[in-house]
């Protein structure tokens, strides 16, 4: 009820705020920015007592008070945050990075491998032939050649294949689940991740030889993204160190340490060219495994000043969704789900028993694996700006996708913890 | 450099400043350690090495509000009303009357400076030379916390001080408010034109919403995650709103800092989110003011800053002096005690920034005032009031020291008479008698 109450002062406040509001106000960013903290965090809260994890909640108050619902976060307002999103993305890589120990990585590694590369080459392979042969739904590969149809669905297979590491940590330090499930879940979501930078940028490139972009430009060399990779592992190892230090002899201020470590990496990367993601998940890998111990209370530092900007990152997230542009596609949506779904099933279930993992791992790890967010986001828009034409429409087919996967996919891992036992805390 | 990786580094060289020289200068020297940001922020800025450009610092704006309505958050939540009714009322008046002295005259002469010096009329001066008026009044607690520690201060004339500092936070934002509001041209889309008063309540309305927003938000709950973003979103939104409506965003954190000190369990764990806060923003808030601080060498300037500085140190100490004088108040508290409110600081750089940031008249000349009044005070801010306390407070060290001896030498006499007092094994009556 307290939720409520707190929703409608709230709506109340906007209103008689933008009611007063002058000419010369401009967009309050700022004010949007507390807005979307105590809004979704409310609806987050009222998402939980319906069994719901927050971050469905905070996306459903993105997906209310955004561009499809009330529009008090208008488009200008989500390009004005856009640097809170990218702060939510470093702190989130570096929160994966230090969830690994070697010590774990040691007794999973071999498991999570063998279930990240059933997953990968059933759910590659199964999404590339559900839209081979449903191209005829497709307008722009109706009529397209053999070729064409080819490329277009190993990218968008490619981008398929991702999953989020975003909600897997967010609703991992929602729940505080740390048993087998939860490490299996994330270890497979954190190799993936790593292995699609890999893969996205081999199917690019072989696209690109198939189905050549019509201005020649666009593509991604190999030495770019040897680069990218191994550059980032660099200023990673770097930057994990510089906090491994800090965190040995000074130890304080953890919490606003943690905010500029985030903010440092992600600028720093950016600058370089290297990626983003990989350089925070080695800095929070190798901060965690030189710190003699204590990297547990920087990550508890961090898990606190990553809080409120996952609120507004998958607040934001919501605001991106176009429900509208779902409905049309969803002659082709809803197979590209369910095969994804299968595929993903499929994949866990043969590998975790190829690894002879426990079977509460072995049936639920897919659970964990259907969401979808930031990363996808980011390559389908590479596909967009690569083939300027098709990309465009193959972009939309792939954010209505990942707009069902990022709805669906918190919901069912939060179930499969419950019902492993795993859930510690409804939140 | 890019925009986001200077912010980085401003907060990183905060942080630092605020771990290593504040500390290090503050427990040394009793030097309050912040002007000097200042002096960076030039250094950094479009007048020297041009490493922060003009459009860097507009895109910093968000954080400057947000700053603003820390500073006002951070001056409102000490007045808790169970706090406030233990001090005698004879505290209130003199700090009252210093406070609304300096307010009185500082703006009176600096409207008057103002237009002689640039030759306008004197309605045109009002707003400026108001404006000015209630940022003189600010001064720092950062003195009074280097010299004599953050903790309850049982002298009468640190109390003194303590309330003084108090009661200038209250008026300075008060009355800028109401400056901000009157000063305030823009027309609702939608409802007719405000009157200044309307103005002042939705201030006051933005702060009270926010502070109760935070109450229902926290319920019952006291966990460090639910209060830090809480608090946050409810400082940003109470800042911002106040802001995008082109009001004071540190009078309205500053009744919501009021809201929630009078109405928390405990007051005390949102103190400390706050502080957490407070000094490295404060640095990334003078470091900007110095890249933005755009001087002028122009003589009518230096006029307007020698009425700023000579009639507010006028106003603190003799003001303070003679109010006490009036009410017989120098056997407790001295005649001198106006001289810890002579340093200005985060407050007085807050709003002169948020001054600044608006199309207000003479913005750089009231800037410029503000800041060399940080500039040359706040270093110095510990000393003014060690100097004001020292006199009072030395027969009661003396006193505490004496009582000490006399102590020690009884326990001694007696340890000697009775020596298995020693162990705590105290003889009873009847073993000790012969």
């Known amino acids: 009820m307290r939720r409520i109450v707190i929703l409608l002062v709230l709506y109340a406040v906007m209103q008689g705020i933008f009611l007063l509001g002058s000419a010369e106000s401009g967009v309050p960013t700022l004010m949007l920015f507390g807005f979307l903290i105590l809004a979704a965090y409310s609806v987050g809260e009222l998402a939980t007592s319906f069994g719901l994890p927050k971050i469905v909640g905070y996306m459903l108050a993105g997906l209310f008070f955004g561009p499809p619902g009330l529009a008090y976060v208008s488009k200008p307002v989500i390009v004005e945050l856009a640097p809170v999103s990218n702060l939510a993305i470093a702190l989130i890589a570096f929160l994966a990075g230090a969830e690994l120990q070697i010590a774990e990585i040691r007794a999973r590694g071999i498991g999570i491998l063998k279930m990240m590369s059933a997953e990968l080459v059933l759910c590659f392979v199964g999404v590339a032939a559900v839209i081979a042969l449903l191209r005829g739904q497709l307008p722009f590969l109706a009529s397209a050649p053999g070729t064409e149809v080819l490329a277009f669905s190993l990218l968008f297979a490619a981008v398929a294949v991702v999953h989020s590491p975003a909600a897997t940590i967010a609703l991992l330090s929602e729940t505080k689940a740390n048993g087998p499930l939860a490490r299996y879940t994330l270890g497979v979501v954190l190799v993936m991740d790593v292995a699609v930078v890999l893969i996205f940028s081999a199917v690019l490139a072989a696209a690109r030889a198939l189905v050549p972009p019509t201005d020649g430009s666009g593509g991604v060399q190999m030495g770019t993204v040897l680069w990218e990779i191994g550059g980032a592992v660099l200023v990673g190892a770097v930057l994990g160190l510089f906090v491994a230090l800090y965190l040995r002899f000074i130890s304080r201020e953890l919490f606003i340490f943690a905010i500029l470590i985030a903010l440092l990496g992600a600028e720093i990367a950016k600058i370089l060219h290297v990626e983003t993601l990989l350089t925070l998940l080695v800095a929070g890998f190798v901060a965690e495994n030189a710190s003699g111990g204590h990297g547990e209370k920087f990550r508890h530092a961090m898990e606190r000043a990553a809080a409120p900007i996952f609120v507004v990152f998958f607040a934001l997230s919501g605001a991106k969704l176009d429900p509208a542009s779902v409905l049309p596609l969803w002659t082709i949506v809803v197979p590209v789900v369910l095969v994804r779904m299968l595929a993903i099933w499929g994949g866990t279930t043969l590998g975790a028993r190829w690894a002879g993992l426990d079977p509460v791992v072995t049936k639920y790890t897919w659970y964990g694996l259907v969401s979808q967010a930031g990363v996808a986001f980011g390559l389908a828009a590479v596909v967009a700006e690569v083939y300027p034409d098709r990309g465009e429409a193959l972009r939309s087919l792939l954010l209505a996708t990942i707009a069902i996967n990022q709805t669906v996919g918190p919901i069912l891992f939060r179930v499969a913890l419950k019902r492993s036992g795993e859930l510690k805390s409804t939140g | ?434």
């Open chain 2, 1 to 434: 450099m890019s925009a986001p990786l200077l912010l980085i580094l401003i907060a990183a060289l905060a942080f630092l400043a605020t771990h290593v020289a504040y500390e290090w200068l503050a427990k040394r020297l009793l030097i309050v350690s912040g002007a000097e940001y200042l002096v960076l922020g030039v250094l950094l800025g479009p007048h020297a090495t041009k490493l922060v450009s003009p459009a860097a610092i507009e895109a910093f704006d968000p954080i400057v509000i947000l700053a603003i309505g820390w500073m006002g958050i951070a001056t409102g939540m000490p007045l808790q009303l169970q706090r406030l009714v233990r001090i005698p009322a004879v505290a209130y008046r003199l700090s009252l009357v210093e406070g609304l002295l300096t307010l009185a005259l500082v703006a009176t002469g600096v409207a008057s400076a103002i237009a002689y010096a640039f030759q306008v009329p004197l309605q045109e001066a009002l707003v400026p030379a108001l404006a000015l008026g209630a940022i003189a009044v600010a001064s720092t607690p950062a003195g009074l916390d280097v010299a004599y520690g953050d903790g309850t201060r049982s002298a009468p004339v640190l109390r003194q001080i303590e309330v003084a500092q108090g009661m200038d936070g209250l008026i300075s934002v008060l009355a800028f408010g109401i400056v901000m509001a009157w000063a305030h041209t823009a027309i609702p889309l939608t409802v007719r034109a405000l009157t200044t008063t309307e103005w002042v309540v939705v201030t006051l309305g933005i702060g009270v919403v926010g502070g109760t927003l935070f109450h229902l938000f926290l319920g019952g709950e006291t966990s460090p995650d639910r209060l830090f973003i809480s608090l946050g979103g409810a400082i940003v939104l109470t800042s911002g709103a106040a802001a995008f409506l082109q009001l004071s965003p540190a009078l309205a954190a500053f009744v919501m800092g009021v809201v929630l000190a009078n109405s928390m369990r405990h007051p005390a764990s949102v103190l400390q989110v706050l502080r957490t806060g407070e000094r490295p923003l404060y640095y990334v808030l003078l470091l900007l003011a110095g890249a933005s601080w755009n001087p002028d060498s122009n003589i009518v300037w230096w006029l307007v800053l020698m009425h700023y500085v000579v009639l507010r140190t006028l106003s603190k100490l003799w003001g303070s002096g003679i109010a006490t004088w009036f009410n017989g108040a120098q056997q407790s508290v001295g005649l001198d005690w106006g001289r810890g409110l002579v340093g200005q600081g985060r407050l007085t750089i807050a709003l002169a920034m948020d001054y600044a940031r608006r199309d207000l008249p003479f913005a750089d000349v009231i800037f410029t005032c503000a800041a060399a009044s940080v500039l040359f005070t706040e270093f110095f801010a510990a000393r003014f009031v060690r100097s004001a306390a020292a006199p009072l407070l030395a027969p009661l060290e003396q006193f505490t020291v004496t009582t000490s001896a006399v102590v020690d030498s009884v326990a001694e006499t007696m340890t000697q008479r009775f020596p298995e007092w020693r162990s705590g094994d105290a003889p009873s009556s009847d073993e000790r008698t012969p």
